[in-house]
């Protein structure tokens, strides 16, 4: 979809001007849709943009209020505009320009938001309506920590990292406060577009770690059944 990311971590948001009300974000957003791709409330989401219209959506935002809406297209393009229903808002926090016509920007994920109408106009890129409503938990750091099973997580995806050789930094991620760790493992871990869409759509912290944890399984128990069927063919 006009960019590629260069990796997909999760890490503790850092704004000048942090958004402690939903009000204060913008109800029309350029949206960048893109496969695969993330960014959830305190993430952090590196881009490398050099398609056209992408570079002048990220012009016309640091020209404004640095906000670009990520969420993903849906893969059969279904729907009335070919995009899954919930994508998440990010502020551009770091810029670079490469001297041969990229940009490299890292997204600090602020709330996620349901998208609506189109906005037709004259920009290159695509414009939305979009509404927080739902999502106002998502402006507190650690809303729903304590409701997690960190270490029922940390320990099915240990065996899930082994499965999947994942490499993960898990000094870091051990080290790291439960948001932190949950939506890092839901920016990392290879999962398709609509598995993704499900972690990016959990309504809570605790919905969202449950959901790694089960997708974890579900990938775990496709891998055994793969190896399985190789060795019975292999005799």
């Not at 890129?125 to 997580?153: K, Q, T």
């Not at 999947?164 to 991620?173: H, K, R, T, V, Y």
């Amino acid at each position: 979809m006009g960019a590629a990311i260069i990796e997909e971590r999760g890490r503790p948001m850092s704004m000048n001007c942090p958004y402690e009300d939903i009000d204060e974000l913008p109800m029309i957003l350029p949206v960048f849709p893109l496969t695969g791709a993330v960014l959830l409330p305190r993430g952090e989401l590196p881009l490398n943009i050099f398609e056209p219209r992408y570079l002048a959506m990220v012009d016309d935002a640091l020209a404004g209020s640095r906000l670009i809406g990520m969420i993903q297209p849906k893969q059969d393009m279904g729907g009335a505009n070919g995009l899954f229903s919930v994508g998440c808002v990010g502020r551009i926090t770091r810029f670079a320009e490469t001297g041969d016509g990229r940009y490299l920007i890292t997204l600090s994920g602020v709330a996620r938001f349901d998208i609506g109408d189109e906005i037709a106009g004259d920009t290159l890129y695509r414009r939305f309506h979009v509404d927080y409503a739902r999502f106002p938990a998502d402006l507190n750091p650690g809303a729903g920590e304590r409701s997690v099973d960190r270490d029922g997580m940390v320990t099915m995806l240990r065996s899930f990292a082994q499965s999947s050789n994942l490499e993960i930094d898990w000094g870091s991620i051990d080290a790291a406060p439960t948001e932190t760790l949950v939506n890092a493992l839901a920016m990392m871990c290879p999962f398709g577009a609509n598995e993704k869409q499900a972690l990016i759509e959990a309504l809570d912290l605790k919905t969202r770690a449950e959901t790694l944890v089960a997708l974890a399984r579900i990938d775990m128990a496709r891998n055994n059944k793969t190896q399985r069927d190789e060795a019975q063919n292999w005799h």
